[in-house]
């Protein structure tokens, strides 16, 4: 029975991550480290791409978006586990927990589609080489962008009206390092059939159908490559699909990981979501970096005008 007569719950306790009692300045540093260098590489990518006429492309438009979404999402996380590690308080208010679920599902719905977006620009850069400019201009590539906003705001509207109508009145415990939407439906007292039919219907489509372009657009591209194989398409296929097929890995991998193949929110369950929203959002500059002409020579060029101011 629903205990009416008690008052909703004020604050969640977050457990956190499994770590040692005598190992948590250690874990503290190593995680410090990684919000850092999420931040910093991220930043510098978009900065590069601001900077950097050259980068004025749709390719890299859309991967400054991503760059974007990549700094926020973890900046909706890591910051908050950050603090509880060092000062050891658990506590989460009930809208700060709402707020951090919202921007997480926002900007975890917009990587999703804005990876479905570059494999679209892929697809038609190496299928469609002469007609690239057309289809790709500016306006359309501010369409792709606008509605990868808007569904996802309107996904995450969705998930977190249906979560505040909610009770949560008796266990306030998250076995989580953030508030999670699947966590914070196990703890409500009320009926939750309508959001777990949502989150199964709206919210598989909203994982599946971006993963569906992606997929189809890579197929075409091994259609196409391979009717007339040559060493120069190939290596153009290689060098521009290389680094967004690693981040599609990655964030596929690890959410896969997370949501589909846990039944508990266990050890390897907590592990996974590290995966997904720290340490990728973290390798995805590199990803682009390490892999990217454009971005080495751009990068170079900023290194030259600061020596040049400094000089």
Sequence with gaps: MRPENQSRVSQFLLLGLPIPPGQQSVFFTLFLGMYLTTVLGNLLIILLIRLDSRLHTPMYFFLSHLAFSDLSLSSVIVPKMLMNMQTRQQSISYEQCISQLYFFILFAGLSNFLLAVMAYDRYVAICHPLHYTTIMREGPCVLLVAGSWILSCLHDLLHTLLLVRLSFVANNIISHFYCDLAALLKLSCSDISLN?????????????????????????????????PSTKRLSKAFSTCGSHLSVVFLYYGTASGVYFFSSSWGSKDIIASVMYTVVTPMLNPFIYSLRNKDIKQALEMCVNRVKFFNW
């Design 196 to 228: 777990e039919l949502v989150l199964f219907t709206e919210g598989g489509m909203i994982f599946f159908l971006p993963f569906g372009v992606i997929l189809g657009s890579y197929i075409r591209i091994e259609t196409i490559i391979l009717r007339v």
